[in-house]
């Protein structure tokens, strides 16, 4: 878990945020975290007189702060030996969030998500494809803890990242071992080869299995360091070749067949010009699931596209 030093939490000062802080609670004990900062956006007050915005912003400041405060407070204890910060802003929550994310370095972004799938406008969904770095994302009302992990894959670089996120988390809460999905399926004119749909299949997983096996290899960067997935930490990592034309819909089964209570996923751009976008599976999953789940990425992907909408 020595990635995630610093911790962004944004709070909505509502019953959803107990959910959030629960979660910093563990990743900083776990991950021995220097500053977790909850921070609150209230919205710009236009309602109000221009000669007493000013007063009535202080104040509100202050109420949000203080309940802010009352909320953490309990979580949160003496010999966490973690540093706590209160942020109250007045503005855009994704632009306040993605300012405070870019100035202050921060490694984790955490936040609730609504357990409703909705499709769009989703604070939630806006921030991971634009911020710099993983975003966990904790549906209201789940409980801070997990004991099965699943990380999809389509042997990409981002999914090396997740896994190597995945095998973290699973070391530092003492899990010996961790689900990975892979999703394959039978291409479109398959039968020109003289195979029949059951043969290529069995073709297909042959593949997806080699694939793996190669994956498990492949090196991974931390900071100056490189070393390699397969030092996995004595976790022991069980494949799972499913066939699926929809990647989503196998993961939902899985979810439910395993009961995972972690998802990890890769959450890079498409291709390297668009490192503030997220890939279909990744976003489906964001909106829909209701488990909590780590979008992984590379800190720092995106910051160029980011220092562009940040003067906009």
């Known amino acids: 878990m020595y990635r995630y030093k610093r911790l962004l939490v944004a709070l909505s000062l509502n019953e959803q945020d107990e959910a959030s802080i629960r979660y910093a609670s563990l990743v900083a004990r776990l991950a021995k975290s220097e500053n977790v900062t909850f921070m609150h956006v209230i919205s710009s007050m236009i309602d109000i007189p221009e000669e007493l915005q000013a007063e009535f912003s202080e104040y509100s400041a202050d109420l949000a702060r203080d309940k802010m405060k009352k909320l953490v407070t309990g979580y949160f204890s003496d010999d966490h030996r973690t540093t706590i910060d209160y942020k109250v802003v007045e503005g855009s929550p994704l632009m306040e969030l993605?300012?405070?994310?870019?100035v202050n370095d921060i490694d984790l972004v955490i936040m609730t998500?609504?357990?409703e799938p909705v499709e769009s406008g989703m604070?939630?969904?806006k921030l991971t494809r634009r911020v710099p770095c993983s975003v966990l994302l904790i549906p209201e009302k789940s409980k801070a803890t997990f004991t099965n992990?699943?990380?999809?894959?389509?042997?990409?670089d981002n999914s090396i990242d997740a896994m190597d996120a995945a095998v973290a988390f699973a070391s530092a809460r003492g899990i010996n071992q961790i689900y990975c999905l892979h999703a394959y399926n039978v291409p479109i004119g398959y039968y020109k080869i003289g195979?029949?749909?059951e043969e290529f299949a069995e073709i297909m997983k042959g593949h997806a299995e080699k694939n793996f096996n190669n994956f498990l290899q492949k090196d991974v960067c931390h900071g100056d360091t490189v070393c390699q997935i397969k030092d996995l930490k004595g976790i022991t990592v069980i494949p799972i070749f499913k066939l699926e034309?929809?990647?989503?819909q196998a993961i939902k089964e899985e979810i439910k067949n395993l009961n995972i209570d972690l998802l990890v996923i890769g959450a890079r751009g498409r291709h390297a010009g668009a490192?503030?976008?997220l890939g279909s599976v990744t976003e489906s999953e964001i909106k829909t699931t209701t488990i909590p789940i780590l979008a992984v990425k590379k800190k720092g992907t995106g910051m160029n596209l980011l220092d562009a909408l940040m003067e906009l």
């Open 123 to 125: 604070l939630s969904v």
């Open 113 to 115: 998500k609504r357990l």
């Open 195 to 197: 195979k029949s749909y």
């Open 245 to 248: 034309k929809k990647p989503a």
């Open 275 to 277: 490192g503030v976008l």
């Open 98 to 102: 993605l300012h405070y994310v870019k």
């Open 149 to 156: 992990i699943l990380v999809p894959t389509d042997f990409s």
